[in-house]
């Protein structure tokens, strides 16, 4: 991200939501309850803290708009870094022709 941001260059986060996974995560619920928000909320507001562009896919009127909602919040420093410490790193999304063998172990 730093090497990108002096490039100029604009992260997509594809699959934000960890293709829905992630909105069963117990301390993204928690945080999102604290502050009034929906989990997809929480997920897209922290990929936006970090500059990236978050593109969720939704097959409902009330996903999207909850999606587009989620520009009007912001985290607190402490929910960001809470999140950032999330130790399970689960790839949901992993097409062979992208990421490294070691990435499938
Ligand atoms: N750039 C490319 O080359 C490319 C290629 C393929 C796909 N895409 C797009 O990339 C996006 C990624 O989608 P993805 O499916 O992989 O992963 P995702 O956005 O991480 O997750 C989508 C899942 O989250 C659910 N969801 C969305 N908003 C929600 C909300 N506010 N509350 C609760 N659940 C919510 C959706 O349910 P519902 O469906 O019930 O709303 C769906 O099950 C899509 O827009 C896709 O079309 C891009």
Redesign the pocket.
């Known amino acids: 991200m730093k090497f990108l941001k002096q490039k100029d260059i604009a992260v997509i986060s594809?699959?934000?939501?960890?293709?829905?996974k992630a909105?069963s995560d117990p301390i993204l619920k928690k945080i999102a309850n604290r502050n009034k928000m929906?989990t997809?909320q929480v997920c897209l507001t922290w990929l936006m803290s970090k500059g990236a562009i978050p593109?969720?896919?939704?097959?409902?009127l009330e996903?999207l708009k909850?999606?587009f909602a989620a520009s009007e919040f912001n985290l607190s420093p402490e929910d960001v870094q809470q999140i950032d410490k999330i130790s399970i790193k689960q790839r949901y999304?992993n097409p062979p022709f992208i990421s490294p063998k070691e990435w499938s172990k």
Not at 55 to 60: D, G
């Open positions: 594809y699959s934000p939501l960890g293709r829905g909105l929906s997809a593109i969720p896919k939704a097959t409902s996903h909850d999606n999304v």
